[in-house]
């Protein structure tokens, strides 16, 4: 062995010595730069969120400014409308300020939002003319309700543009994010394989706290979306939203509205004797048969608990809901005749009134739903109209379509 032996192994303990550092700082380079990507996009998706409610809220007030600009020219109330119309306009013209200052506004979106300032503007100097002293005149308080009315129409179009914008943009936030997850796990893996059992059980913890923080941000994403999970039908979040819009266009066109609810009778049960993923299973029927109701681009199908679901039908009356209603009961009897699977539901109908609640009917068809289940369950009520099952339940009323109570027959 020569003299060099000694040297050259000193030099390949050293170069495997850095090579192994070279690794861990690779390493933990790589985990780090994940860190400040998750961090970064959270922060990222949080700005969103808010941008995305100031963007609602500027919705939420231009329709408020017309509905006391309304109420003013028809003077009713005017002392209260006017201070509301006051805190209206206070609250649109602070929050449209706040979307303008927003720092993660992408160029596109700062520039939609500097395209409706003439209809922002056009809003808030007619909504000021009502609020002027001395009070305007008849003719000036017409004209000015009607600038309102006409602008905030344009100006919800224009928002309805803006909000898709931005929620395309979240979106391809989240692809980035998983992207992210996607190559810091690659680099991990390569580095873990090169460095040995020293490096990889560090690294590897490391890599599994930064995979576990991705997953949670997935989770918090997934569980902020509109989509039930299990059944692919619209959440709770997603009909509340459109059952108010609904029920604000049924007021104003005096059309009637129907809401279905339907609930699995004796579910837990079901799930006890057959199992979880036999119950699923009836949810995810049950959910593809409420779904092939809502045939109309306004009708919604919803999930809204665990084994609850909503039907919304606008310019539906009571006898039209019902008979869907009974469509619905028959189908889901026959998912499962062995299991005794079978639904009740309640149905509200009504032609909303301006000054009338949603959650009113709301209530009445919860109520009504209630009314089912205790007439012996498998069956539809109706807070206009009855309908029996064939009878089985001793405590119901008889008949089919008779008017109930004080309820008139539509």
Same mark, same amino acid.
């Given at each position: ?143 000015? +309700?009607?600038?309102?009315? /006409? &602008? ?7 928002? %309805?543009?803006?909000? !898709?914008?931005? =929620? *395309? ?61 299990? +059944?692919?039908?619209?959440? /709770? &979040? ?7 819009? %609904?029920?604000?266009? !049924?007021?104003? =066109? *005096? ?80 998912? !499962?005749?062995?299991? *005794? ?70």
């Amino acid at each position: 062995m020569s003299a060099d032996g000694p040297l050259q192994a000193r030099g390949a303990s050293r170069m495997l010595f850095f090579r192994y550092g070279g690794a861990v700082v690779a390493t933990g380079l790589v985990i780090v730069a994940g860190q400040l990507v998750v961090q970064h996009q959270l922060r990222v998706q949080r700005n969103d969120a808010q941008t995305l409610n100031l963007a609602g809220r500027q919705r939420t007030f231009s329709q408020k400014i017309a509905k006391f600009a309304l109420a003013i020219a028809s003077e009713r109330e005017r002392t209260a409308n006017i201070g509301a119309l006051h805190q209206a306009l206070h609250g649109f013209t602070d929050d449209y300020r706040q979307l303008l200052s927003g720092r993660a506004l992408s160029p596109t979106v700062q520039r939609m939002l500097q395209q409706i300032y003439h209809s922002q503007q056009a809003i808030v100097r007619a909504a000021e003319r009502l609020l002027a002293t001395p009070p305007p005149t008849a003719d000036q308080v017409q004209l000015a +309700t009607a600038q309102i009315l /006409r &602008e905030e129409r344009a100006f919800l179009g224009q928002m %309805e543009v803006i909000v !898709a914008r931005l =929620e *395309r943009e979240a979106a391809g936030r989240v692809q980035l994010l998983i992207a992210t997850e996607l190559a810091c796990g690659t680099l991990l893996l390569a580095l873990l394989v090169l460095t040995g059992l020293y490096i990889v059980r560090p690294a590897l913890a490391k890599a599994r706290r930064g995979i576990a923080q991705l997953e949670a941000s997935r989770r918090q994403l997934a569980k902020a979306a509109r989509i039930d999970e299990m +059944t692919g039908l619209w959440n /709770r &979040e997603h009909f509340e939203a459109h059952f108010a819009a %609904e029920y604000r266009r !049924a007021a104003r =066109e *005096r059309q009637p509205l129907s809401l279905l609810f339907v609930d699995l009778d004796h579910f837990r049960a079901i799930n006890d004797n057959y199992g979880w993923p036999q119950g699923d299973d009836f949810l995810k029927q049950t959910a593809k048969i409420v779904a092939r109701q809502a045939r109309r681009p306004a009708d919604v199908a919803a999930r809204i608990g665990g084994e609850e679901f909503v039907l919304l039908l606008p310019q539906t009356d009571a006898r039209g809901a019902c008979f869907v209603a009974e469509q619905l009961r028959r189908e889901i009897s026959e998912i !499962a005749p062995q299991q *005794r699977l079978s639904a009740s539901v309640g149905v509200a109908s009504r032609v909303p009134g301006i000054d009338q609640s949603p959650l009113d009917l709301l209530e009445e068809a919860d109520a009504v739903l209630y009314r089912a289940k205790r007439y012996g369950s498998n069956r539809v009520e109706s807070s206009q109209l009855f309908y029996l099952r064939p009878p089985s339940s001793a405590n119901a009323p008889q008949g089919i379509g008779e008017p109930q109570g004080d309820r008139a027959n539509p």
